[in-house]
T-cell receptor
Framework: AQSVTQLDSQVPVFEEAPVELRCNYSSSVSVYLFWYVQYPNQGLQLLLK??????LVKGINGFEAEFNKSQTSFHLRKPSVHISDTAEYFCAVNAGGTSYGKLTFGQGTILTVHP | IAGITQAPTSQILAAGRRMTLRCTQDMRHNAMYWYRQDLGLGLRLIHYSNTAGTTGKGEVPDGYSVSRANTDDFPLTLASAVPSQTSVYFC????????????FGPGTRLTVT
């Protein structure tokens, strides 16, 4: 079975500050990892994904994430946030085996950027 | 613009009533999914379909049913709604079974009273 834990339910930060949203996963097989963003009253939009290759993945809006297999983590980072980054962020895992093709989501992290 | 449409946008439903949430995609994706989103729980998979004519149960299937008569449509039915089914429902699709991104619709906000 696969599972995802987002370690912070809410992260407040000031504009232009760096931010890290933490995500840990568990799976007994190889994984594919995703970060999605949800703006208020909207559906989910893909930020970035890790399938294979380089462990540092760059996505849209200046976000990046690093896949760390030994620590089973996939933390999301941005060096300087904007007010417009205020949203809820979801980490998700797509593992092999019987769950192949299905996404398991974390509980979400609400990022609030203050002026 | 290609994508996923869901209807209705929102609905208030009396307990015990039957309701079908509609989902249509125009990307010719083989796989489709239904999730519910509840505060603090993230998104949980209700049912999925790997290809037209097949369906499967996700993490929280009880009280819901789906059908996949063709590639484009994947309706979700609540046979007899209960208040615990109050949630935001998202339909998603992906090209197939594999390490693919899923594309999400705008959601349906359902309140069961």
């Amino acid at each position: 079975a696969q599972s995802v834990t987002q370690l912070d339910s809410q992260v407040p930060v000031f504009e232009e500050a760096p931010v890290e949203l933490r995500c840990n996963y568990s799976s007994s097989v190889s994984v594919y990892l995703f970060w999605y963003v949800q703006y208020p009253n909207q559906g989910l939009q893909l930020l970035l994904k890790y399938l294979s290759g380089s462990t540092l993945v760059k996505g849209i809006n200046g976000f990046e994430a690093e896949f760390n297999k030994s620590q089973t983590s996939f933390h999301l980072r941005k060096p300087s946030v904007h007010i417009s980054d205020t949203a809820e962020y979801f980490c998700a895992v797509n593992a092999g085996g019987t769950s192949y093709g299905k996404l398991t989501f974390g509980q979400g992290t609400i990022l609030t950027v203050h002026p | 613009i290609a994508g996923i449409t869901q209807a209705p946008t929102s609905q208030i439903l009396a307990a015990g009533r039957r309701m079908t949430l509609r989902c249509t995609q125009d990307m010719r994706h083989n796989a489709m999914y239904w999730y519910r989103q509840d505060l603090g729980l993230g998104l949980r998979l209700i049912h999925y379909s790997n290809t037209a004519g097949t369906t499967g149960k996700g993490e929280v299937p009880d009280g819901y049913s789906v059908s996949r008569a063709n590639t484009d449509d994947f309706p979700l039915t609540l046979a007899s709604a209960v208040p615990s089914q109050t949630s935001v429902y998202f339909c998603a699709s992906s090209p197939g079974v594999g390490p693919y991104e899923q594309y999400f619709g705008p959601g349906t906000r359902l309140t069961v009273t």
